[in-house]
């Protein structure tokens, strides 16, 4: 298994819902991987801290170096791994081709200083939805991630927090393939979710870590 899905899964599995939460906007980051196993971050801040934890490359030398700040939002992961090739990083440009242990990163695309975006770590091979649309693909992606917000109610493709929970978990993402290209052309918060967005209003980018 690829090494930091496993720390992420070890994680979640000894969470107690009382030491699992989506911390508030200023307060710091706070993970811990033994006894008392506890995390309180964000969806950003838990994916660098899980990154942090596993990789001796990966320090604030060199998310400064490269991402300016020790701790990104997602906004600008994703405008970062959009714009130039960082180390340990490579491109994934379809959906399909997305893996356990790639990272795919949501920008909201407005100029609001918090909840810039959204982080995710792919748990496994993406599925092919029986009823998606003519026009493109959809996908569901099992993920790990830190939310305030758990991805639906279906007992088919579930989330490991209640609907009322939060923190890091396990859920499921919707990607919509573009039908030319294979490339990604929106997503949905969960196979339950009403909304739709498209990639023109809320860019994303994956990465695999190398």
């Known amino acids: 298994m690829i090494e930091h899905l496993r720390a992420a899964e070890d994680l979640i599995d000894h969470l107690s819902p009382e030491a699992n939460r989506y911390k508030a906007s200023g307060e710091p980051d706070v993970v811990s991987w033994a006894r008392p196993w506890r995390n309180h971050t964000q969806c950003a801040s838990f994916q660098t801290q899980l990154l942090k934890h596993v990789y001796d490359w990966a320090d604030d030398e060199f998310f400064t170096t490269h991402f300016r700040s020790v701790s990104p939002p997602s906004r600008t992961y994703r405008w970062v791994f959009e714009q130039r090739r960082v180390p340990h990083f490579a491109r994934v440009d379809t959906v399909a081709d997305l893996r356990a242990g790639d990272l795919v990163v949501v920008d909201y695309g407005h100029r609001e200083a918090t909840n810039t975006g959204h982080i995710a770590l792919v748990r496994g091979t993406p599925l092919l939805a029986d009823d998606a649309a003519d026009e ?7 993920v790990a991630d830190c939310t305030a917000d758990p991805h639906g109610t279906s007992p088919e493709f579930p989330d490991s927090r209640s609907p009322a929970g939060q923190g890091a978990g396990y859920g499921h ?3 919509h393939a573009s039908p030319e290209t294979g490339g990604f052309a929106g997503y949905a918060w969960s196979v339950t979710a009403q909304r739709r967005h498209a ?9 695999r870590v190398v």
């Open 173 to 175: 993402l919707v990607f």
């Open 136 to 142: 493109d693909k959809a996908y569901v992606v099992p």
């Open 199 to 207: 990639v023109a209003d809320r860019p994303i980018v994956a990465v």
